[in-house]
């Protein structure tokens, strides 16, 4: 894109050399025309021919002029290909980083409900140990009940 614009100025430049030069070429011809102006003839043709060229001048500017404001609209072009561009990378980028705060969200959740599992996995052993120390408690207490009991007997 930048090597067509640098192209379209270079192309811009040389057209504008070229009409500055056939404006002096023509601001040279009347001094021309005032040597032969002596035959009606000559100054018919001078007249003829300096309109011609002029009509040449004017249709070659109207086409730099149309080319300028072609060049100019296919810039415009560019240019908003290029934030169309940007404005898709941007979109793209932002929905790339909510996509990866998504996922470090789902991660922490299955993190939490891992850590919460082990946790009530924690506790489930402790009761069953508490329970396991009641029973051996209850056990003792029983045996002892009836080693009292052999006693008294």
Excluded: D, M, W, Y
Excluded at 39 to 56: H, L, M
Aim: overall charge negative; cysteine-free; proline content about 1%.
């Amino acid at each position: 894109i930048e090597r067509q614009e640098e192209a379209l100025k270079l192309q811009e430049i040389q057209r504008e050399r070229e009409r500055l030069e056939l404006k002096r070429l023509e601001e040279e011809r009347p001094e021309r025309n005032r040597e032969t102006r002596r035959s009606p003839k000559v100054t018919g043709n001078a007249k003829r021919n300096r309109e011609i060229r002029n009509e040449k001048i004017r249709g070659r500017e109207t086409e730099r002029e149309i080319e300028r404001q072609e060049k100019e609209r296919i810039l415009e072009e560019l240019k908003l290909e290029r934030q169309r561009e940007i404005e898709r990378q941007e979109k793209e980028r932002i929905l790339e980083e909510e996509r990866q705060r998504e996922i470090k969200r789902q991660e922490e959740e299955k993190r939490l409900e891992e850590e919460r599992q082990r946790e009530i996995e924690r506790q489930e052993e402790a009761l069953k140990l508490q329970e396991i120390q009641r029973e051996r408690e209850r056990l003792e207490l029983k045996r002892l009940e009836e080693e009292r009991q052999r006693e008294i007997e």
